[in-house]
């Protein structure tokens, strides 16, 4: 699976559209294709850009956004504030996952992927 880093910024760009476009029908936001795909392209830089999203991969991201719709505790909008909001909450507890099964030795931890095994 493929870093946010590693992905093609137009395949990035096409994968934030629809995934901003699905957000929109979860939130009940109404939004005109314009102002996602500007939305979409600025998020998909962000995406590439920010150190601390650079070894997430999409599908964690896709996971942060349906957690966010469901569970955040404030009044979501459309826009690029509530998206690093959900990211960042769902790093920490990838974060934790982490370190639960990599430190202190517990197995099957919700939200901990394998790391890369790299080629020798």
């Given amino acids: 699976m493929k870093t946010l880093q590693e992905e093609n910024i137009k395949e990035l760009t096409g994968k934030v559209l629809d995934l ?14 314009k102002t996602m795909g500007s939305l979409s392209q600025i998020f998909a830089l962000d995406l590439q850009k920010e150190n601390r999203f650079r070894r997430m991969t999409f599908n964690q991201i896709q996971d942060a956004f349906h957690i966010g719709v469901r569970y955040c505790e404030f009044e979501p909008f459309l826009n690029i504030k509530t998206f690093f909001r959900w990211i960042i909450s769902h790093k920490k507890t990838i974060n934790e996952a982490i370190y639960k099964t990599e430190t202190l030795n517990q197995k099957n931890v919700e939200f901990y992927q394998e790391p890369k095994k790299l080629l020798k």
């Fill in 20 to 33: 901003v476009a699905k957000t929109s029908v979860e939130l009940g936001h109404r939004a005109d294709g």
